[in-house]
T-cell receptor
Framework: GEDVEQSLFLSVREGDSSVINCTYT??????LYWYKQEPGAGLQLLTY?????DMKQDQRLTVLLNKKDKHLSLRIADTQTGDSAIYFC???????????FGAGTRLFVKA | ETGVTQSPTHLIKTRGQQVTLRCSSQ?????VSWYQQALGQGPQFIFQ???????GRGNFPPRFSGLQFPNYSSELNVNALELDDSALYLC????????????FGEGSWLTVV
């Protein structure tokens, strides 16, 4: 079945780069997403990548997609304390009707 | 701001009661989907509405039902509430049945006691 897995926690120092990793199972996924959720809030769409792309860069964010290994990563350059949040990896299923989320990676940024 | 608004933001219900949650989609978006996010977990897909019809459903029982109106706003109804229904309910809007950019509202926190 469809599944998305992420590591639960990541701690970095302010100014360092953060790399959040994700694996997924549906090789037919069309789009893969990264969402950010701050405490008590909804989901903020950070970026997404189409499955025929290897990389996408958007300001401090770099997404890498290894379709062979079904591995997605999000790199945040120059991580700031305001980046502390939960980051969700998600895939759009083959039929395109639902988005399947991982359990989220909690990013802690130490000043 | 995503332009997706949900109401109410918080509510408390008693086991066995019924609840209705509301969502207004982003301007120009004709597709609304609903997700349930239990504490400490990722969102789980409940169902999607496109042009007033349900066109996709996750693993949720029939007591979870919905509506989409001509203006593309939507309601999620949950009957016979159970304690495990306590969660954040998120509405998301997009354009088209398989739109790639999906924007979420701030959610409705439901507590069942």
């Amino acid at each position: 079945g469809e599944d998305v897995e992420q590591s639960l926690f990541l701690s970095v120092r302010e100014g360092d780069s953060s790399v959040i990793n994700c694996t997924y199972t549906d090789s037919s996924s069309t789009y893969l997403y990264w969402y950010k959720q701050e405490p008590g809030a909804g989901l903020q769409l950070l970026t997404y990548i189409f499955s025929n792309m290897d990389m996408k860069q958007d300001q401090r964010l770099t997404v890498l997609l290894n379709k062979k290994d079904k591995h997605l990563s999000l790199r945040i350059a120059d991580t700031q304390t305001g980046d502390s949040a939960i980051y969700f990896c998600a895939e759009r299923d083959t039929g395109g009707f639902k988005t399947i989320f991982g359990a989220g990676t909690r990013l802690f940024v130490k000043a | 701001e995503t332009g997706v608004t949900q109401s109410p933001t918080h509510l408390i219900k008693t086991r066995g009661q019924q609840v209705t949650l509301r969502c207004s989609s982003q301007s120009g978006h004709n597709t609304v989907s609903w997700y349930q996010q239990a504490l400490g977990q990722g969102p789980q897909f409940i169902f999607q509405y496109y042009r007033e019809e349900e066109n996709g459903r996750g693993n949720f029982p029939p007591r979870f039902s919905g509506l989409q109106f001509p203006n593309y706003s939507s309601e999620l109804n949950v009957n016979a509430l159970e304690l495990d229904d306590s969660a954040l309910y998120l509405c998301a809007s997009s354009f088209g049945q398989t739109g790639n950019t999906i924007y979420f509202g701030e959610g409705s926190w439901l507590t069942v006691v």
